[in-house]
């Protein structure tokens, strides 16, 4: 017994005693890095953002390094909740180490949103409209890649008086916050030009509609604010002849929203991209021609949302191919403050006071062609 004792007790000497090692976090592969993409991919809010993501998923398809840098993304639905969003921008930085985020969902670049973004400390590039970020709390981290409402109302403005459009005007709001943004911009711009204020007309039921269509008969034209998706019901009953109102559609217009209206697309209008338009049947240029023709035979014809969203992505490619070697937040940062990249929907220009890259020379107002299922650029108006 003694004996077997002493030898429990040598062979206990000699064992290795065990080591308990973390997890060691997963090492980034060279010359590449994470992008996560918030969209609404379900839940009633329009525009829906199944667009976007065909459109980056196009371009990861097509993705070449540049420099030898490299993208991967990953698509985050956060259903419709602004809540969702500010909780699945902090599970990007925290659970999924993505070093910039981009977000195509309507958000107000508030305190809240600013700071947000502050902790994240990552660039985030926002595809949809919203005010010049550059000041703000959080603004040295935001990217607007879409024109801002006050450019939306100041183009919006200058084409309605151009078309001797503005007595009277009407101004209908569904009351969603991108709606409220719009018509805020276009108040104050009529005010900056010493303009009549429009006279509102709120559309929040389905019963409204025929009060707006009773109250809209004398009007020269009607600015839609917010998702077009709200107005289909409204577009369809009004009369597509020479006496009816011009109707001005959000920047938010999907090219499905002008489908659905159908003859009725000859009288409304929305403001977009020159460079995914023509005037003509003449071919596009270059990049643009390869991304329509791509993306047309893959999910029909572009919106200006969906092709900023392709940008978007090689916004981040370019700036951080200028330094393969220093991916890291910050610095990709201050190169986004300093870069002009050309893509499909404009060329964007960002400076240290100035994160809203969009040129507004790009900006025009399009109309449908239901024959080609596609958008041209409106006519100029009449002398």
Known sequence: MRVLALALLCVACSTAP??????????????????????????????????????????LDQQQPVAGVRLRAKFVDVASSDARVLLELRRAIVDDHADAVVIGVPVVVDDVFGQAIEVA??????????????????GRWTFVLAPTPAALARAAVNDISARSALAPVLVASDQSAPAMTERAALVAELARQNLQPPSPVNVI??????????????????????????????????????????LYLSYLTETADLANVRDQSAIV????????????????????????????????????????????????QFAGALAPSALDPAR????????????????????????????????????????????FVAPAPKE
């Not at 400390?121 to 959080?138: F, H, I």
């Not at 039921?205 to 019901?233: D, K």
């Not at 995914?276 to 200006?304: D, H, I, K, M």
């Not at 960002?350 to 299922?373: C, I, K, M, V």
């Open 269 to 316: 209008t929305w403001p977009g991209s020159r460079g995914l338009a023509t005037l003509s049947s003449a071919p596009l240029p270059g990049a643009r021609a390869a991304f329509v023709q791509s993306y047309t035979e893959r999910s029909g014809a572009p919106s200006t949302l969906a092709g900023t969203a392709y940008d978007a992505l090689g916004v981040l």
């Open 121 to 138: 400390a990552v660039p985030v590039l926002l595809t949809l409209p919203a005010s010049e970020p550059a000041a703000t709390v959080g």
């Open 205 to 246: 039921r389905p019963e409204g509609v025929a009060r707006m269509r009773a109250e809209v008969s004398g009007a020269r034209s009607v600015v839609l604010t917010g998702p077009a998706a709200s107005y289909t019901a409204f577009i369809r009953g009004m009369p597509a002849t020479a006496t009816s109102p011009l």
């Open 18 to 59: 065990v080591v308990t090692q973390p997890t060691p976090t997963p090492t980034r592969e060279p010359n590449t890095f994470a992008v996560s993409v918030l969209l609404d991919l379900s839940g009633p809010r329009a525009p829906n953002g199944t667009p976007q993501r065909n459109a980056m998923q196009l371009w």
């Open 332 to 375: 990709l940062r201050l190169r986004l403050e300093t870069l002009t990249f050309g893509g499909v929907v404009t060329m964007y220009r960002f400076t240290f006071t100035r994160h809203a890259g969009f040129s507004e020379d790009d900006l025009a107002y399009l109309r449908w062609n239901p024959q080609r299922n596609a958008p």
